[in-house]
């Protein structure tokens, strides 16, 4: 028989026509010659194609597609559709092993004659989807291996993360766990008879599951590198910087950036450079410069130290009251003192005489036992009581006893002036016995008289707590402990003989110590370092003294002052004083973008600051160091309200630049993909 499948349509035609009836079929088209053949073959209308939930794609296709699916349909195609995702998402949660799990179910159940059998009807089912569908079945299988691993990872099944913060350690964890799930998908997806391919598969999947874990951080670190290094020439501009000098600003407000949010706290005075190690390195790097942004810069830090002492008066007079000066204080409450003259004279004018024969008695007794200083004491005291001698009196005769309060009212004072020279203790005891018992006479025999002794007593109690006030913070053996100060002002609240209401006693004890403090900032302004010290320390007794006197939250505020403005000093000296030269010279070869311009990062805090510029300064090598300087001299000289503004904005910028950088880290550097990645890679 002829083979006709190699024979022409024209060749056919002249097989069933008469050769001579028959015309040229060669130079007849297709549509000719299927008209000679039967009856023509009507060509189908393009018909609407649908989905699988039976809505209309909005594309055509020869051939019809039934519309209107029913809903049964519908969902039998649904369903097909997501049994396909199950089946291949469960392939790759399972590294492979979903296939042969079903197809032992298939084996057990009779579905399939045997093990084998049922592996590979299951395994065909997998690798027809693979053809049919590729997208489908390769995103279904990167999700349920991205389950698998995210899930590991929660479960705390993961090297990511555990070797070590380093890119290197990372690499490796990320590296090892990618391998672990390469092998094992190599392993699931191998079948084969043969050991050996179980094992170079698995060494395969290894091997490109450990690159796509190792180059995850890589990767993720790369990205927000490449984005920071763009930033610096693509990010907002600041204050009408360059970008360059920008580039910096931002870098270092982000490395201080809790001192930048602090500024408002520091007072109208604050400036950029007193936010932290990283501006003030830029600072320094500012103040080589010959512009007028370093002339701004600097004017601006030396007038703001000049006005340190007038500034901190400011803050203690608004905390803890206006000082005085002791010895007008003083001056002040001698003057009541004697001032109550005429009071004394008025109750003793209206008193009448006094008998102190049982006082002299007693006094004469107590000489007559004891010996030495206190024996002395008491014949004096003695002798005060006596009278002028009388008229014909015997030579060796005592004068009388007088009779006048006055005179026992002068014998009080008198030995009053005795305790404050005595020295020995027993004349001290005899004294004070004695001035007990001519205060006692007085008191039966001058009605009124303990009320104006209450107000002198008031006035003397004033004028010890104000200097008890000028010793609250003293140093060495004899300072106040806080305890003891506390006591003593409880004390001294206590009204005393006939006064009613408290004492004003803890009150000149505030003014004293008041006056204390302004001593000592007037002499400890050009030392705010030691100034901090002795009052500024919360840990330190003078400190908390100071807290007794005028409050905690006052005292807080002072420290607060103190410490501010020693940071103002800081500034004022690294920049302006050329204290650190070195590392002025280092900020400045930053800002420059010199070869040797990398600042290496040293100990100190400036150094620490300016680590926060070696990101940026190689990619600002282009940019003009002098104007680089003075752009960020002019920022950097900002004060009063615009610091909060320029601050609040480069933070802004700072956190924005600093978050799109640390998603893209995330996202490229997350354990998840070495799940995600491993079941394509592994599958052999």
């Avoid at 005899?430 to 209450?454: F, H, I, M, S, Y």
């Avoid at 005292?555 to 070195?582: P, W």
């Amino acid at each position: 028989m002829a083979d006709y499948s190699k024979l022409s349509d024209a060749e056919l035609m002249a097989l069933v026509e008469p050769k001579a009836a028959a015309p040229d079929y060669s130079k007849m088209s297709d549509a000719d010659l299927l008209k000679l053949v039967g009856p023509q073959a009507s060509t189908p209308e393009p018909q609407q194609t649908y989905d699988a939930m039976g809505n209309p794609t909005g594309m055509t296709a020869a051939a019809p597609v039934t519309a209107g699916m029913s809903y049964g349909d519908q969902m039998a195609n649904v369903g097909r559709t997501i049994d396909k995702g199950v089946r291949m998402a469960a392939n790759g949660a399972t590294f492979g092993l979903a296939d042969k799990f079903a197809g032992g179910m298939d084996a057990l159940t009779g579905r399939a004659g045997s093990y084998d059998e049922g592996v590979k009807a299951q395994r065909a089912q997998t690798e027809s989807i693979r053809e049919d569908a590729p997208g489908l079945a390769l995103a279904a299988e990167a999700a349920g291996g991205a389950l698998t691993g995210t899930g590991l990872i929660k479960s705390g099944l993961t090297l990511a993360g555990r070797m070590g913060p380093t890119l290197l350690g990372r690499s490796l964890g990320y590296g090892l766990e990618g391998a672990a799930y390469g092998g094992a998908h190599g392993t699931g997806n191998t079948y084969s008879d043969k050991a050996s391919d179980y094992l170079e598969n698995a060494k395969t999947g290894a091997a490109t599951g450990f690159g796509v874990g190792a180059v995850l951080p890589v990767a993720g670190t790369a990205a927000g590198g490449a984005y920071r290094a763009g930033a610096a020439f693509l990010g907002p501009r600041v204050e009408e910087a360059g970008r360059g000098a920008s580039a910096m600003l931002r870098a270092a407000a982000q490395a201080d950036e809790a001192g930048m949010r602090a500024l408002p706290q520091m007072g109208s005075d604050a400036m950029l450079v007193d936010a932290g190690p990283a501006m003030l390195g830029l600072g320094q790097g500012a103040g080589t410069g010959t512009g007028e942004g370093r002339s701004r810069l600097v004017e601006a830090l030396i007038n703001r130290d000049k006005n340190t002492g007038s500034r901190l008066a400011n803050v203690l007079d608004e905390n803890l009251g206006p000082a005085s000066r002791p010895s007008q204080v003083e001056a002040g409450l001698a003057q009541a003192r004697q001032d109550l003259g005429p009071q004394y004279e008025a109750v003793i004018a209206n008193a009448g005489p006094v008998d102190t024969r049982e006082l002299a008695a007693q006094l004469y007794h107590i000489a007559h036992v004891e010996r030495g200083p206190a024996q002395r004491a008491a014949q004096q005291v003695r002798n005060m009581l006596d009278g002028p001698p009388r008229l014909n009196a015997a030579p060796h005769a005592r004068p009388p006893l007088e009779d006048d309060p006055g005179v026992l009212l002068n014998t009080r004072q008198a030995i009053d002036g005795m305790l404050t020279t005595e020295a020995d203790p027993n004349a001290i005891r005899v004294l004070t016995q004695a001035r007990n018992a001519v205060d006692d006479e007085l008191a039966r025999a001058v009605p009124g008289l303990k009320d104006v002794d209450a107000r002198f007593a008031e006035f003397s109690r004033q004028s010890e707590g104000l200097q008890r006030g000028s010793q609250v913070f003293d140093t060495g053996k004899t300072a106040i402990r806080p305890a003891d100060l506390t006591d003593e002002l409880a004390t001294a609240a206590q009204p005393q003989g006939t006064m009613v209401g408290p004492s004003a006693g803890p009150a000149r004890v505030r003014q004293g110590a008041r006056a204390e403090i302004d001593r000592i900032v007037g002499t400890s302004v050009n030392d705010l370092n030691a100034l901090e010290r002795k009052l500024g320390t919360p840990q330190d007794w003078n400190a908390q003294k100071m807290a007794t006197v005028f409050g905690d939250a006052p005292t807080a505020r002072v420290a607060k002052a103190l410490l501010d403005n020693r940071a103002f000093r800081d500034s004022y000296q690294k920049i302006v004083q050329n204290s650190q030269t070195a590392q002025r010279m280092q900020s400045a070869q930053a800002m420059e973008g010199s070869p040797g311009g990398n600042v290496r990062a040293d100990a100190t805090m400036t150094g620490i600051g300016l680590k926060a510029l070696n990101m940026i300064a190689k990619a600002i090598s282009g940019a003009s160091s002098a104007s680089t300087k003075d752009e960020i001299g002019r920022v950097l000289a900002t004060q009063g309200p615009d610091v909060q503004r320029v601050a609040q904005s480069l933070l802004q910028s700072a956190q924005q630049t600093g978050n799109y950088s640390r998603a893209i880290a995330r996202v490229l550097s997350s354990p998840n993909w070495i799940g995600a990645s491993t079941p394509a890679a592994g599958r052999r």
